[in-house]
């Protein structure tokens, strides 16, 4: 199974960017999709899940209001909507996807997630 991840940039503070992430290969059914980033000199951390089974969305509180994560379960993509960016969202991204299930109290964990993307720049100016 892989992962692509595509649509990072550069954009302006403010800007909007959409991120897209696709399984291909030999695909295992998959209970959550996720994105995480990790900025210079920093640890990678949470962004955004959508769980399949019943759609729920959770968001980091840094992104909660300007971010927006969906998908097609079927299809095996999830997407990331980004608007009113600022520098600090400045990293890169990766999409993450859980073929095991776990606990809500999980879902931000790196640990929950088994396969990964190879991640994709985003850049904000100031």
């Known amino acids: 199974v892989q992962l692509q991840a595509s649509g990072g940039g550069t954009v302006q503070a403010g800007g909007s960017l959409r991120l897209s992430c696709a399984a291909s290969?030999?695909?295992?059914?998959?209970?959550?999709m996720g994105w995480f980033r990790q900025a210079p000199g920093k640890e990678r951390e949470f962004v955004a899940v959508i769980r399949w089974s019943g759609g729920h969305r959770y968001y980091a509180d840094s992104v909660k209001g300007r971010f927006s994560i969906s998908g097609d379960n079927t299809k095996k993509v999830v997407d990331l909507q980004m608007s009113f960016l600022k520098p600090e969202d400045t990293a890169v991204y990766y999409c993450?996807?859980?073929?095991?299930?776990?606990?809500?109290?999980?879902?931000?964990?790196?640990?929950?997630?088994?396969?990964w993307g190879q991640g994709t720049q985003v850049t904000v100016s100031s």
């Open positions: 993450a996807s859980a073929t095991r299930r776990t606990v809500l109290s999980n879902i931000r964990s790196m640990s929950a997630y088994d396969t």
């Open positions: 290969g030999r695909t295992l059914s998959s209970y959550d």
